[in-house]
């Protein structure tokens, strides 16, 4: 997806973040095992708050944005394509959560992000968290440190990648004690993207794709 104009870019997604296309994205890309819970977050009273930032930004005219894979501990999500983020923290609000981890894990200062807004919080149960994605944008390309203790690579990815179809499958996905049958994912540069980032990476896409 080429972008000529940015400005025009950040004011048409920000207008879009006004009707999310929410569970309807989210689904596309929804473990099988998850269809069959209760969607309503409100609840779900006892999850642990976190948040996520989709960085976007353009390198030659393409709308680019950074994962990042964690290294392969033996958590919940040990080893898997996640988008920056992590755990709410003290008296800060879930937007500040997502600032404040992108710049610790992938190095770029939360001043250079222009927040755009947020898009629907979602839940996931083996960990206990409701996550809030966060969108900001970048006028320049970012310069990337990775954390090395949380991150082992950063992937820079084109918005394409995303929303081409061909690069949306279908596996079954061994995660720690159970295989998911037959579970959605984004085929992103040879990388298994499921779960929650592939839902979130959904709903972004049908945001954009209405531009």
Do not use: C
Request: no cysteine; net charge negative; aromatic share 4%.
């Amino acid at each position: 997806m080429t972008i000529d104009n940015l400005d025009f870019f950040r004011v048409e997604l920000k207008n879009g973040l006004k009707t999310l296309p929410g569970q309807e994205a989210h689904e596309l890309m929804m473990p099988s095992i998850r269809r069959s819970m209760p969607m309503d977050l409100s609840n779900i009273t006892n999850a642990k708050l976190s948040s996520v930032l989709l960085m976007l930004y353009t390198r030659n005219g393409q709308l680019m944005l950074p994962l990042t894979k964690r290294h392969d501990y033996k958590g919940t999500h040990g080893g898997q394509i996640s988008l920056p983020g992590g755990k709410h923290e003290g008296q800060e609000s879930r937007v500040d959560t997502a600032l404040r981890e992108a710049e610790e894990e992938v190095g770029v200062l939360r001043s250079q992000i222009e927040v755009i807004g947020t898009m629907t919080e979602l839940y996931i149960p083996p960990s206990n968290f409701k996550v809030l994605p966060v969108i900001g944008v970048l006028e320049n390309e970012p310069e990337f440190i990775r954390e090395e203790y949380e991150v082992e690579q950063i992937l820079e990815v084109t918005l394409d990648e995303v929303l081409d179809k061909t690069n949306h499958k279908v596996k079954d996905i061994s995660a720690r004690t159970l295989t998911l049958k037959d579970t959605p994912y984004i085929d992103i540069q040879g990388h298994v993207v499921w779960g929650a980032t592939a839902m979130i990476l959904s709903e972004l896409a049908e945001l954009v794709r209405r531009i």
